[in-house]
C-alpha cells in the first residue's frame, strides 16, 4: 500500500507558479512510476506528467510541455511538480497518483492516488 497526500494548490493570477508537493507513505516508493494527472469541473481526468522510478525519465501531456516540470526525491518519498507561466486553463484539482508502468497516461494504470489538491487560476 501506498498513501498519497497533496499540497501546495491554491489561488494564483495567470502567468504565475505554483509548485505541488505529494507526500507518499508505505513500501517502496522509490520502485513506483509517479504521475501527476489533473480535473477540471465537468471534464474527465487527464494525464498531465508522470515520471519513472530513477527520476530521470520525466514524461509530460503535450499541453503542459515547456510550463511543468515533475521531480521526485526518492530520499523524502516526495514528487513535485514545478508550474510555470499558468493558465486559466490549468483551473483543475490536481491527482499525485503512483503505479508500476512507465509512461502510462491512463487512469487505470495507477493503483494508487491522492485525495487531491486545487489550484485556480484568473486571468
Known amino acids: 500500500q501506498v498513501q498519497l497526500v497533496e499540497s501546495g494548490g491554491g489561488l494564483v493570477q495567470a502567468e504565475g507558479s505554483l509548485r505541488l508537493s505529494c507526500a507518499a507513505s508505505g513500501r517502496s516508493f522509490g520502485g513506483y512510476t509517479m504521475a501527476w494527472f489533473r480535473q477540471a469541473p465537468g471534464k474527465e481526468r487527464e494525464y498531465v506528467a508522470g515520471i519513472d522510478w530513477s527520476g530521470f525519465l520525466p514524461h509530460y501531456a503535450d499541453s503542459v510541455k515547456g510550463r511543468f516540470t515533475i521531480s521526485r526525491d526518492n530520499a523524502k518519498n516526495t514528487v513535485y511538480l514545478q508550474m510555470n507561466s499558468l493558465k486559466p486553463e490549468d483551473t483543475a484539482v490536481y491527482y499525485c497518483?503512483?503505479?508500476?508502468?512507465?509512461?502510462?497516461?491512463?487512469?487505470?494504470?495507477?493503483?494508487?492516488w491522492g485525495l487531491g489538491t486545487r489550484v485556480t487560476v484568473s486571468s
Open positions: 497518483t503512483a503505479g508500476r508502468r512507465f509512461r502510462a497516461t491512463l487512469t487505470p494504470d495507477y493503483a494508487y
